[in-house]
T-cell receptor
Framework: EAGVAQSPRYKIIEKRQSVAFWCNPISGHATLYWYQQILGQGPKLLIQFQNNGVVDDSQLPKDRFSAERLKGVDSTLKIQPAKLEDSAVYLC???????????FGPGTRLLVL | SQQGEEDPQALSIQEGENATMNCSYKTSINNLQWYRQNSGRGLVHLILIRSNEREKHSGRLRVTLDTSKKSSSLLITASRAADTASYFCATTQNSGGSNYKLTFGKGTLLTVNP
């Protein structure tokens, strides 16, 4: 079974630029999550999708972050414009409806200069 | 906000020794999970213990849960160099229906020296 795929793996941008991350969850997983993990901390949930609908985006900084999952499969997370404090690893995870375990992708490491 | 707090923040042991990591949390939970993160990689699920369970085993892993103290421990027996990683506890609160939300702690960095 293929795991959660994410791209790119690394991205370096300057502040005020835009950046987008892509996630392809495990086939058949209806629930998809985006997390932000700052160095030395645990992942923090940004947004949760159930199929193509948003379930929880209470911790998403909506003035600069946006995410979509148009067809209920792949998802993109965008930051526009980026700030220095957005430097982090962005993790995507998916979960089948029958389990409470989440399956994580390798993450995208973002550095904002 | 982060629900779980792991202790210690860092742990260094020799290969073959046992490693114990603790996690405390603040609010009631449905279950508690432990994840491992190797350097530069995503998280891998290790074990899940439900709120009505007190102890669970999986291979060299042993997890305990004390809901009265709102704490959990992860024991790794006979550690190996390959166990070197960050370990996170994550609590699940059921926000309704199938909306299971994971809240992670800051993690324990385990180093196993060969």
């Amino acid at each position: 079974e293929a795991g959660v795929a994410q791209s790119p793996r690394y991205k370096i941008i300057e502040k005020r630029q835009s950046v987008a991350f892509w996630c392809n969850p495990i086939s058949g997983h209806a629930t998809l999550y985006w997390y932000q993990q700052i160095l030395g901390q645990g992942p923090k949930l940004l947004i949760q999708f159930q199929n193509n609908g948003v379930v929880d985006d209470s911790q998403l900084p909506k003035d600069r972050f946006s995410a979509e999952r148009l067809k209920g499969v792949d998802s993109t997370l965008k930051i526009q414009p980026a700030k220095l404090e957005d430097s982090a690893v962005y993790l995507c995870a998916s979960r089948p409806g029958s389990e409470e375990t989440q399956y994580f992708g390798p993450g995208t490491r973002l550095l904002v200069l | 906000s982060q629900q779980g707090e792991e202790d210690p923040q860092a742990l260094s042991i020799q290969e073959g020794e046992n490693a114990t990591m603790n996690c405390s949390y603040k609010t009631s939970i449905n279950n508690l999970q432990w994840y491992r993160q190797n350097s530069g990689r995503g998280l891998v699920h290790l074990i899940l213990i439900r709120s009505n369970e007190r102890e669970k085993h999986s291979g060299r892993l042993r997890v305990t849960l004390d809901t009265s103290k709102k704490s959990s421990s992860l024991l790794i027996t006979a550690s190996r160099a390959a166990d070197t990683a960050s370990y996170f506890c994550a609590t699940t609160q059921n926000s309704g229906g199938s909306n299971y939300k994971l809240t992670f702690g800051k993690g324990t960095l385990l180093t196993v020296n060969p």
